[in-house]
């Protein structure tokens, strides 16, 4: 089979690649190609994208699961999906938000008070060495309820959820520093960084944008809260953001929208005009230095306490040199920073043209102080021309980019007219298109936005599908296509469809680089990585009551539970500590007790925690939720709940 699609390619490899005609293919192979009309180029690309059973990708994909407050990973070229990765949201199969230490990890995104049990993830960023990925840590943002989620790539978990103090939502994050020492969330819709009621009218005064600059301990893998500080920035709308590697490092970039001050029936110290957010021609790139004004965030006159969070004054920046302004072309969106950090090419919705800028012009412009102007809040403008390395016209609505190892190359979605165009930033040439389905926004290439792009692959992460897929009624899925740019043109493999939330954003990993546990140290507590409380091994198991509180120490191998009967009285505190004692690989052993709203998935080695008062009196039968064994069935017992 191999060596015929191998003669196959080498035929048409000769010849236009958009012949149909199945010259090359001879017996069965001819015959499948006829039954299901495909043509030569179809098998080519089928053969591109398939793994024979047992062989795996060369990449892995982390693609934000938009509304769904989840995180979808999977394979490429394949395309399979491997895994949901629970953040904000439940996830029954693998018990978050239905075990004790799963809802821990949900409640640190409570906001004032307030569980949340959803988000809407844009962007998902993978931790850096030196900028190029290194396969350990994976940040995501909630843009509703601005908050970040840490994941661990050891066990693609959620360990650690961080409310934003200041902001009331965010867009401009998730973005690791070069070396993860710092995570980067820009806020979007301005609002007053304390919580309290200010009316629109002291939108100027009070209303603030800006940008948080998270600690991160690259070690340990978490957010450090109190060590992290917010650039203050005037309420413009800020959007997406990049931090500077290389030449750049130490610097970040965030784009913003409504420089206007637009807020809907009146605008602030602007002359009336109808066309509100989009009047102006020009909006205004933030350029900051995270690095300087991290250092300065230790002094403690150089912020304010807000929220119990450290925020340093837009003035304070100023003074110090570390808080610039660029004009860019108006409600600009993407802002790619190149491997090599000296150019940054900013696309927006509403300008046929990518932006390059050049960072060594604008170092110069900052060292030499030369300035164009301040904004109303005093923030020096740098001129734009002088800043530019040049502008180049790619289409209709280019939104982001994503980097080749070719010097130069770049990708650039194109929202409006439904493409993805190739083109070099540094010639500034358009090189090639390609029709997407339909309506891209995010593009992710392979590493594709660190120090160390591949190349290879490009996804389309579409945001309509319309006719792509079989209807399922008018709630569409997601349309993820993948794109072979390895040619000197590109060409469209496969579809994908995802049916789980708006794909904004993925990103793209070596799959050699990911090095995940197959088993848990016996008794781990996967949420705090340490040993479980509750941590139960063979021969230990018992039933402990302590008053109206019945601790029961469990186990789960194949193929018993054990307890196999708990009897309490209504109304006792049943706290039941789990452990799966196997050590083969994939031997997970669910549990859940009926009526309860309890499930655990217990990994193999893994320790977990239900906790619930037995408030309903009846016989509740207790089992193995997954299909572990010849056994399975039996793998069960019962609850006693008794009235006293
Ligand atoms: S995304 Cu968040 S609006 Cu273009 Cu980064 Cu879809
Ligand atoms: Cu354990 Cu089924």
New binding site residues.
Partial sequence: MKKSFSTISSLVLGTALTTSVASGATGELAKIMKDRGLSEVDVIRAAKTYNPTGVKDKYVVFSSGGQSGQMIVYGVPSMRILKYIAVFTPEPWQGYGYDKDSIDVLRQGNIRGREINWGDT??PALSETDGKYDGKWLAIND?ANPRIAIIDLADFETKQIVVNPVFKSD?GGAFFTPNSEHILEAAQYAAPFDNNYHPIEEYKETYRGGVTVWKFDPKIGRVVPNDSYTIEMPPYMQD?SDSGKGLSNGWGFTNSFNSEMYTGGIEVGMPPNEAGMSRNDTDYLHVYNWEKLYKLSKDPKNVKIINDHKVIPMDVAVKNNALFLIPEPKSP??VDVDPTGQYIVVCGKLDTHASVYDFKKIKKLIDNKEFVGKDPFGIPILDMKKSLHGQVELGLGP??NQYSPVDGEIYTSLYVDSQVVKWNFKTLKVLDKENVHYNI??LAGMEGKSADPQGEYIIALN?LAIDRFQNVGPLHPQNHQLIDISGKTMDLLVDMPLPLG?P??AVAIRASKLHPHVRYEMGTNTKTGKQHIGKTLAGQERIERDGNHVKVYGTLVRSHINPERITVNKGDRVTMYLTNLERAEDETHGFTVDHYNLHGSLEPGETIELDFTADIEGVFPYYCTEFCSALHLEMMGYLMVKDP
């Fill in positions: 844009h962007h843009k867009h997406l969106h993407g939104l982001h926004g995010h945001k708006e904004h954003q």
